[in-house]
């Protein structure tokens, strides 16, 4: 299997390739939809076999059946939880890389990958002004980012409170409602207890409610402290500054998850709502996200990236090699080992095009995102909830009940028009769009409120 057949392997290369290049070509790409686990049998039939199917088989079945029952993120109308559009050059070149057979946990074995990843870093860190030490790693998404990020403020807090002479084993985080869950199922695997801040009157985490919580349950419980920069299912930006302010008085470890959010610090026309970040311990943002790279890819960042290696580094013998190194080892700075090298499809994407590129990208998102919150504020059968923040916009069709909702969004899925599913505010079904797709249109989501009417 594992050698290069001159009879046969160059038709199943170039196959897949093929069909790789086929995809990139689509505009626009179908958006397609699931089917139910007995239509997937049926249609696709037994596909792990003792003698195998061959490879003109197998990419049939992929290309005739599974496929086609995969949403495609990058559709301009795929506007629900959050899309992932990535460059052409982007998914390209992550083909590359998984032809590349590239080990990207260190320096010894991956250095020419490692350094493109860090330089991609530098750029992220520079975004958020982060200082010229600060340095990080990809992981797989913002679930291990956040929970790599509060492995190192847990550590770092025991360490000093153990220097200080305190017998008191920090295991407390505070954020608010708004927080992704991922920041729960962090503490959940960590046993640590997740304590929410009273949001203030723009649903933010500020820095007042944060020190009445901290006082109230004894400050030096916390080891650290997660905003927000751009919530999931609103986009609302916390008051980073405040919140960084108490943080540094109380000496506890400031996060700051900007999974989606976190890539407007490349558009100048928001870049000011996100003052304080700079002053964060660590910072995530998914590049899958609104960076325009293929699934999957975190940007993980340490202010401070020893706190993390100390947190992080594994150690055995057969290691000592690596850790005895001087080299950046990107293992050395979150949960996990082994790693592919998956920040090079951005790279290589901010390589060709440039980062004016981005910024101008990501402010035809904005601009999208304008028209939609006015054009809700204009048609009288749906109104927002609250004003947006970056480009996630929820809003309500007046006068629905959940079941409405749920049917308006099957019946745009089963058409292959759109999809957008609903989603919940204090209890009431409602709706909304995340605009993070360059190539969705104003007339994309005039026709989409068009089928509320």
């Not at 916009?393 to 049917?407: L, N, S």
């Amino acid at each position: 299997m594992h050698r290069f057949d001159p009879q046969t392997s160059p038709a199943i290369v170039d196959s897949i390739l093929a069909y790789a290049a086929d995809r990139l070509r689509l505009d626009p790409v179908p958006l397609d939809g699931p089917l139910s686990r007995e239509e997937l049998t049926e249609a696709a039939g037994a596909t792990i076999t003792a003698d195998g199917l061959g490879a003109t088989r197998a990419l049939d079945v992929y290309a005739d059946v599974l496929a086609p029952a995969c949403l495609s993120t990058d559709h301009p109308r795929y506007l629900s939880f959050i899309p992932c559009a990535p460059t052409k050059e982007a998914a390209a070149f992550d083909v590359v890389v998984g032809a590349s057979s590239i080990y990207g946990g260190s320096w010894m074995e991956g250095a020419g990958a490692v350094h493109a990843e860090n330089e991609t870093l530098r750029w992220i860190a520079d975004l958020a002004g982060l200082p010229a030490e600060a340095g990080g790693v990809f992981v797989n998404g913002g679930t291990i980012g956040n929970l790599s990020a509060l492995v190192a403020a847990r550590h770092t807090a025991r360490r000093q409170r153990t220097e200080a002479g305190s017998d008191v084993r920090p295991w407390r985080v505070a954020t608010t409602y708004g927080a992704h869950s991922s920041i729960q199922s962090a503490c959940d695997v960590m046993d640590a207890e997740l304590v929410t801040v009273e949001a203030d009157e723009r649903w933010r985490l500020n820095g007042d409610n944060l020190r009445k919580t901290l006082q109230e349950c004894g400050p030096e419980t916390f080891f650290a402290v997660v905003a927000t920069c751009g919530t999931t299912n609103f986009g609302i930006i916390d008051d980073l500054t405040s919140v960084a302010a108490v943080c540094r008085e109380l000496g506890i470890w400031f996060h700051v998850d900007g999974a989606y959010g976190g890539a407007a610090l490349a558009a100048p026309s928001v870049r000011e709502r996100f003052v304080g970040v700079e002053q964060a311990d660590s910072f995530i943002v998914d590049p899958h996200k609104w960076l325009f790279a293929p699934y999957d890819c975190c940007a993980l960042l340490y202010r401070n990236p020893a706190l993390a290696r100390a947190a992080h580094t594994q150690h055995a013998t057969y290691l000592d090699v690596l850790n005895e190194a001087e080299q950046w080892n990107p293992t050395d700075y979150s949960v996990g080992l082994t790693r592919r090298a998956r920040g090079l499809p951005l790279w290589f994407s901010l390589a060709v095009h440039g980062t004016r590129a981005y910024s101008d990208a990501i402010e035809r998102t904005l601009e999208v995102a304008r028209f939609a919150e006015a054009e809700i504020e204009r048609r009288p059968y749906v109104e927002a909830l609250r004003e947006r923040d970056l480009s996630v916009i929820v809003f309500r069709r007046i006068g629905w009940a959940p079941a409405d909702y749920q049917a308006w969004s099957d019946r745009l899925l089963a058409e292959e028009f759109a999809f957008v599913v609903p989603t919940s505010h204090d209890g009431e079904t409602v709706t909304r769009f995340a605009i993070v797709n360059p190539l969705t249109s104003e007339d994309d989501i005039a026709a989409i409120l068009d089928t509320m009417a």
